[in-house]
T-cell receptor
Framework: DGGITQSPKYLFRKEGQNVTLSCEQN?????MYWYRQDPGQGLRLIYY???????QKGDIAEGYSVSREKKESFPLTVTSAQKNPTAFYLCASSVAGTANTDTQYFGPGTRLTVL | AQSVTQLDSQVPVFEEAPVELRCNYSSSVSVYLFWYVQYPNQGLQLLLKYLSGSTLVKGINGFEAEFNKSQTSFHLRKPSVHISDTAEYFCAVTRTSYGKLTFGQGTILTVHP
């Protein structure tokens, strides 16, 4: 059964701690994306990767880091430098990052709460 | 730069009534347009997309949207809604030359019995 998995579904962390969110896909897609969702603001792009071992900053990359060592995995680290990390984080993938016609497929999301 | 404005943050409607969710975009170049739906605490699912050709696009669950280039709009419609259509709907745009998806702020559709 192909799809995108994100874990955990809910995550709680203390202020000042780094935390890593997992995203795995078995769709054989080249491109992967991380979005942040806040109420009333839609989705904002954090980082994206068009191919293994390459990634680019999105619109709100400050305080976040990513890696793309494997095609199927694109973990996101929320660092202590992120001023307001509490949000719903969504991972997505598409067949190829250079084709705008591609549909992006989304995972179920991780809700991060920083206490 | 491109941007998307969803004109209504919330739309309440009774079951079996028609609904229209409004989306306007701005871009200096040609664009591709998408509508996604998000059910509570879930990821997004594609409803439909406009790439080229007929300006009336049909999607899943009985939804359709019309691309209007002169008015830079891509409104989503359904002639008769169900309780199960209660969700948040997002309009998104990307340029036909390579570019990233830009999302609107979302419209919460609530269908009442």
């Amino acid at each position: 059964d192909g799809g995108i998995t994100q874990s955990p579904k809910y995550l709680f962390r203390k202020e000042g701690q780094n935390v890593t969110l997992s995203c795995e896909q078995n769709l054989n897609h080249d491109a992967m994306y991380w979005y942040r969702q806040d109420p009333g603001q839609g989705l904002r792009l954090i980082y994206y990767s068009q191919i293994v071992n390459d990634f680019q900053k999105g619109d709100i990359a400050e305080g976040y880091s990513v890696s793309r060592e494997k095609k199927e995995s694109f973990p996101l680290t929320v660092t202590s430098a992120q001023k307001n990390p509490t949000a719903f984080y969504l991972c997505a993938s598409s067949v190829a990052g250079t084709a705008n016609t591609d549909t992006q497929y989304f995972g179920p999301g991780t809700r991060l709460t920083v206490l | 730069a491109q941007s998307v404005t969803q004109l209504d943050s919330q739309v309440p409607v009774f079951e079996e009534a028609p609904v229209e969710l409004r989306c306007n975009y701005s871009s200096s170049v040609s664009v591709y347009l998408f509508w996604y739906v998000q059910y509570p605490n879930q990821g997004l699912q594609l409803l439909l997309k406009y790439l080229s050709g007929s300006t009336l696009v049909k999607g899943i669950n009985g939804f359709e949207a019309e691309f209007n280039k002169s008015q830079t709009s891509f409104h989503l419609r359904k002639p008769s809604v169900h309780i199960s259509d209660t969700a948040e709907y997002f309009c998104a745009v990307t340029r036909t030359s390579y570019g990233k998806l830009t999302f609107g702020q979302g419209t919460i559709l609530t269908v009442h019995p």
